[in-house]
């Protein structure tokens, strides 16, 4: 599997590419890569081999789906989460509040 330039689509092998890759999917990171490219990374696919399982003809590209899925998912889940940080004067007055106690 390879990830275009344009990071739009990948190509699974030579007669089977996925396109329209949401840009969103990237937003989402595993450390220093985005789940997508984690997922290409471990399912390196050389010429025509067939990069599904025997049992599963479809995997790949139901993993590939699934993968974009969670990640637009969260990200959006992310975002649309209140900012729970509080200003650093609350925070030094219960810290003072807490020492005098």
Do not use: C
Not at 7 to 21: D, F, H, M, P, Y
Not at 53 to 70: A, H, S, T
Request: no cysteine.
């Amino acid at each position: 599997m390879k990830l275009t330039k344009d990071r739009i689509s990948i190509q699974i092998n030579e007669s089977l590419t996925l396109a329209g890759i949401p840009a969103e999917t990237f937003e989402y990171r595993l450390g220093s890569k985005s789940a997508l490219e984690w997922i290409i990374d471990q399912h390196q696919v050389k010429g025509e081999s067939n990069p599904n399982r025997e049992d599963d003809p479809g995997y790949i590209v139901r993993l590939v789906g699934q993968v974009v899925r969670v990640s637009i998912e969260t990200v959006r889940i992310i975002k649309n989460l209140p900012d729970f940080r509080q200003p650093q004067s609350q925070t030094k007055k219960m810290s003072l509040s807490r020492s005098a106690a």
